[in-house]
């Protein structure tokens, strides 16, 4: 989940490596660390924390390299700190490296029988000495593929060398890695976002190939070192100047941006003219497909656990949902029927990513759900339903979420009607519903002050529970996750009906319990559960539709109201306050919202 940079130009590069880190800041901020050659010397300046506090070294405002790599770290082995920074450097080799060396001990192991001293904690720095130890032999392309095969595990790589005064030797395995073109220079980075501050024209590494970078020019190869060519993508710009404006955090922007972000999708998916669903060109026959499985992390998963409502409302087809990280790991019993949807903000998710490619590697039917077009996720599926929410930095997903949920939706209505489980009034009624999404979500941000005025307690507070049934359970779960997310408090999402199969013990005089009960079918039987919650002495935060009816209830500590909208559409108007809430809990903290402790925004590692 680290971020790399690397720039081979004919001018200096420490300041352009600088700025792009801060884009590439969401992926890792534990530390941060630059290295330029110059004249055969290597210069490098590391720091633990943010960019920020690197570029303040004197170190780095001294540099003059034309060549040089930069790196901000998530840490997975060794803590965060100036020695595990990377990059990481013998007398010889500097390497950044974002990814996990799985056999790094055996590695490090034969490396000290072999005279190489260690500084570091970390598993990247076995690169550094095998490709140290295997140039005393061999020239630089042969050392680069033996130490390739050696590592087990995932990697992108960015290392320069001091005996090659003039190029950035780049690679991968699992973890993303992008080549950009530039008028006499050239680059390279984990991340596209980074990358088109300077150039629009982009290539990306397969798994197992490495390339050779140059001011003038790229070469890439594969696992064999054999000459591979590669396309150049043109990339639309549009999202590079994307900044706070007035707003002081990234969240609070990306929260309020959600009505625009939704128009913009529902305008690309849905032909107003003919008041239908403009996905076309299915590489399959859908009457082939009898079922689907939904595969996501954290926030996305949650996405696809909603989607399962959808389709089972909807359609007849059968659905399941997995988490990524687990799917893998099963005897999976793969079915040419059935259709595997990926959902991934970045679209480098690692661990959708390895469902993914284990899908393709029996022939499935695979669609993605992602909000980065270029990502690997969307280049290795049949099928990419893009959310068109533009660029999301901060690190706890909102808008990006909403959009995921919203081409799920749309994706169910569309097989609904093509497989005839929809009758045609009824799906034109959805659609005329659909439009009017936008301006709801719009109308329910006003519940603002009501949150901010609830938040302390939940700031206050030990625990806490969200709870719903139905549609509104997903919703529960991504509360929670919100709430653990931002303010760092324990919360639990809950089925409102197995409260009294155990969690009920958890509940304590004054434990704030938020309580997801919109006029739905549930309502009722939600509302029962909940005056369970409140007779054990919980504060519950209720969270309805406007509706002429009173609530079928008392001593209720808060009512947030939202929009009316149908059943289907009431899990986007719920989201909105719970996204509020971890916001101001996380404000009244005062916690880093953006960047909240030991999470990354691109989980790039398994």
């Known amino acids: 989940m680290c971020g790399i940079i690397g720039i081979a130009s004919n001018k200096p590069v420490s300041s352009t ?24 010397i290597v210069s490098e300046a590391k720091s633990e924390g943010r960019v920020d506090i690197l570029e303040k070294n004197l170190a780095v405002k001294n540099m003059s390299g034309p060549i040089g790599i930069g790196h901000v770290r998530w840490a997975t082995h060794g803590i965060p700190n100036t020695i595990n920074a990377h990059p990481h450097s013998s007398e010889s080799v500097s390497v950044v490296h974002n990814g996990i060396i799985e056999n790094s001990t055996l590695l490090k192991k034969y490396l000290i029988n072999k005279g190489h001293v260690f500084k570091s904690q970390t598993d990247t720095e076995v690169i550094v000495h095998l490709i140290t130890e295997y140039l005393k032999e061999l020239n630089l392309k042969e050392a680069i593929i033996k ?12 290392i320069i060398f001091k005996d090659q005064p003039n190029l950035i030797v780049g690679a991968r395995r699992g973890s993303p890695l992008a ?64 900044d706070k404006g007035d707003f002081k955090h990234f969240m609070a922007k ?13 305008n690309e ?25 939904l595969i996501g992390c954290g926030t996305a998963y949650h996405s696809c656990l909603m989607a399962k409502y959808w389709f089972e409302e909807n359609t007849t087809l059968e659905v399941t949902i997995d988490i990524a990280s687990e799917f893998r790991y099963r005897k999976n019993r793969f079915k040419d029927d059935n259709l595997y949807i990926f959902v991934s903000q970045s679209g480098e998710t690692a661990d959708t990513y390895a469902a993914l490619d284990l899908c393709n590697k029996n022939n499935m039917k695979t669609c993605s759900v992602v909000n980065v077009i270029e990502s690997s996720i969307a280049r290795d599926s049949n099928f990419v339903l893009p959310i068109h929410c533009g660029q999301e930095i901060g690190v706890a997903s ?76 997903p919703i529960a779960l991504e509360g929670a996750l919100k709430l653990k997310e931002l303010a760092y408090v324990h919360a639990e999402g809950y089925p409102a009906g197995e409260m009294k199969h155990g969690p009920l013990a ?75 809430l971890a916001y101001y809990s996380a404000l009244k903290k005062g916690y880093d919202i953006d960047k909240p402790r030991n999470l990354a925004k691109s989980v790039t590692v398994e």
């Not at 490596?17 to 055969?40: F, H, M, P, V």
């Not at 390739?148 to 992108?156: E, R």
């Not at 849905?270 to 499985?293: A, G, L």
Request: with cysteine; proline share 3%; glycine share 6%.
């Open 147 to 158: 130490t390739l095969k050696q590592l087990h595990g995932s990697f992108a790589l960015g």
């Open 17 to 40: 490596i600088i700025n792009s880190l801060r884009k590439l800041e969401y992926r890792g901020y534990d530390s941060a660390g630059i290295a330029t050659l110059s004249n055969g």
């Open 269 to 293: 998916y849905v032909d107003k003219i003919n008041n239908d669903i403009n996905i076309y060109n299915f590489p399959w026959n859908i009457k082939e497909i009898s079922s689907v499985t």
């Open 398 to 473: 909102t808008k990006a979420f909403m959009g995921q949920m919203l081409v799920l939706y749309i994706l169910v209505l569309k097989l609904g009607i093509l497989r005839k489980d929809l009758d045609k009034d009824l799906y034109l009624n959805k659609i005329k519903d659909l439009k009017l999404l936008p301006k709801l979500v719009e109308q329910t941000l006003l519940t603002e002050s009501k949150i901010q005025t609830v938040s302390s307690s939940f700031t206050d507070a030990k625990g806490s529970m969200f709870l719903g049934r139905g549609f509104s359970y």
């Open 179 to 242: 080549v950009g073109y530039g008028p006499n220079e050239n680059y390279l980075g984990s991340d596209s976002y980074a990358l088109k501050s300077m150039t629009n024209k982009i290539s990306y590494l397969n798994d197992g190939e490495f390339c050779i970078i140059k001011k003038d020019q790229v070469e890439f190869f594969d696992e064999e070192g054999l000459k591979v060519n590669k396309k150049v993508l043109e990339l639309s710009s549009k999202e590079q100047d994307y």
């Open 506 to 580: 958890l509940i304590e005089d004054g434990m704030p319990v938020v309580v997801l009960a919109p006029r739905d079918n549930y309502y009722k039987k939600t509302i029962s559960n909940m005056q369970e919650v409140i007779a054990r002495g919980a504060k519950v935060l209720l969270i309805t539709n406007k509706s002429k009816d009173e609530v079928f209830s008392e001593n209720i500590w808060e009512t947030v109201l939202v929009e009316s909208a149908n059943d289907d559409l009431l899990p986007f108007l719920l989201t909105v306050p719970l996204q509020k």
């Open 254 to 266: 990306e929260i309020e941006e959600q009505p625009t972000t939704l128009k913009n999708c529902i």
